[in-house]
């Protein structure tokens, strides 16, 4: 884990909204079932088709709080489910596609 990321999961666990997120144990068993390595793809996936341009459609909207076990909740918990959270939490500027980087801290943050 970069410290960037240890500095921003600080700041979100004392988010009353953010902290609220939790996975289900059906949440779990899917993450068991599938493996971390399927998560995270699905996570990339997700980020880099709803996120990554630098003016993605229905900027705030996005992001579902459902419809997938997992990376949805993991995205509005870690603030990675819109631009406008990537910028207000991680400082990551809107106008822009996302860099690798980037990128790949939102796939292990969400």
């Not at 970069?2 to 909204?17: C, E, M, P, V």
């Amino acid at each position: 884990m970069t410290n960037q990321i240890a500095k921003a999961l600080t700041f979100l666990k004392n988010s009353k909204f953010r902290s609220q997120f939790k996975l289900t144990d059906k949440d779990s068993l899917y993450i068991q079932t599938k493996g971390i390595d399927t998560i995270r793809s699905h996570a990339f996936d997700f980020i880099t088709t709803r996120l990554d341009s630098a003016f993605p459609k229905d900027d705030g909207k996005q992001t579902p709080m459902k419809g997938h076990p997992a990376v949805f909740i993991a995205q509005h918990a870690t603030a990675t489910c819109s631009r406008g959270c990537l910028w207000k939490w991680h400082r990551i500027g809107k106008g822009r596609a996302l860099t690798d980087d980037e990128i790949g801290d939102g796939v292990e943050l969400g």
